[in-house]
C-alpha cells in the first residue's frame, strides 16, 4: 500500500497549484485527474486575470492570486502569455457609476488601485468602444492568460519536482481512517493512503464532500464562449460591464475572445455543449461593445463543466467532519484567476495548520448543517 502525505483529487488549476506549493514545502504528494491536467473548467474558461468586481471575501485571495501571476515564469518556466492588458468595466447609467465609486472605496482597502473614468475619458481613450457608456472604472493591474496552458505547466512543474501526477485516474472512493486517508481507484486493487486529502474536483467537488458527511448544493453551468479569428491589434484591456452580460478580450495573436449566456453541460455523462442561439446573442453584445467586430468571423464556440454555488462564492477550507480533509471546489465560473492563491492557501492548510491569506467568508460554515445558505456573506 503506497502512503503520501497528501492526496489530491482534481488536476484543474487549483489542484496543479497545490500539488506544487505542497512539494515545495517537502510533502510527498499524489495528484488524481480522471482525465487530463486542466481538462475541466481550468481549461474552457475566458483566461481573465481579474481583481476588479470580485466579492470582498475574494480580494484578498485575488491580491495574493496576482502577486503569483506576475511570477508565473519563475514559478513554473513559463508565463501562460499572462499580459497585464487592464480590465475595464464600463458603466450604462448614473447607478452602475455610482457602484463603481462605492466598489473603488472597497478595493481601495485591499491595496486595488481602480481608475473612475467619465465618458469623455472613454471617447479619448477607447474610441473603438460602441455608444451608451457613461463611464469605466480601470484596474490597471489585471489582464489575461491562456486557460490551455497554466494548469498543464503547474502539473509538469509539480512533476518535476517529485509529485505523482496520474492523469486518467479516476477516484472511486474515499474515506477516513484512523492515520489519515484511504483511496479506491477505479480499475484498480491497490489502496492508496494519504495523511491528508484536498478536494479540489471541480463541479464534482460536492460529491467528494459528500463522501465525509459535508452536505452543500453546488449546481453546474456552462459558460458559453465564442473566439474569432485573427484581426488587427484593436482593444487594449479586457473589457466587461457593470451587472455581468458580455465580456471581451483580445489576444497575442489577434483573436478576440468573448463569452455571454451559458450552455448546456451534464456532469454525470461529462458532457458539455454551447448553444447556437446563445453564441448569437453574445455576437451581437460584442459588436455593441465594440462595431468594429461586425465583419469578423467567429471561428469556433465552445462551454465547459463548472461548479456553482448558491452565493456564487467557492468553497475553501478544511471538512466540518473530516480532520485532514480541504475542500476548493464551486468557483462559479470566475475561478481561474484565483487558482494559483488557492493552491498556495491549500498548502498552508494542510501542512502548517493555517493561512497568511484570510478565506473566512468562503469557509463551508457559511452553509447550515443541511447544506443550506445561512447568510449570504456581506457585500
Known sequence: MTRFDVAIVGGGLAGCSAALHARLKGASVILLERGRCGGQASGVNYGGVRQQGRHPAELPLACRSRQIWGRLA?????????????????????????????????ARDYGIDLEILSAADLQCRY???????CGASLC???????????????????????????????????EKVADGFQLTIKGETEQLTACRLINTAGAWGARVA???????????????????????PLIGPNLGICGGSIYLRQTKNGSVVFGAGLGVADADRLWARPLADVSMEAARGAIAMVPQLANVLVVRTWTGIEGRMPDGLPVLGESRKAQGLFHAFGF?????????????????????GSSTTPIDGLSLGRFGLAGALVSAPST
Open 210 to 232: 459528500r463522501w465525509f458527511g459535508d452536505e452543500v448544493d453546488e449546481q453546474v453551468m456552462a459558460p458559453n464562449m465564442c473566439v474569432t479569428e485573427p484581426v488587427a
Open 74 to 106: 519563475e514559478l513554473v518556466g513559463t508565463d501562460c502569455e499572462f499580459t497585464a492588458t487592464g480590465h475595464l468595466k464600463l458603466a450604462r447609467n448614473d447607478a452602475d457609476m455610482q457602484s463603481l465609486l462605492a466598489y473603488r472605496d472597497i
Open 140 to 174: 490597471a493591474a489585471d489582464g489575461q492568460a491562456n486557460p490551455r496552458l497554466a494548469a498543464p505547466a503547474f502539473a509538469r512543474k509539480a512533476q518535476e519536482l517529485g509529485v505523482t501526477v496520474r492523469e486518467h485516474c479516476e477516484l472511486e472512493h474515499a
Open 127 to 133: 474610441p473603438y468602444l460602441g455608444d451608451g457608456y
Open 332 to 352: 462559479s465560473g470566475h475561478g481561474f484567476q484565483l487558482g494559483p492563491a488557492v493552491g498556495a492557501v491549500l498548502s498552508e492548510l494542510c501542512l502548517d
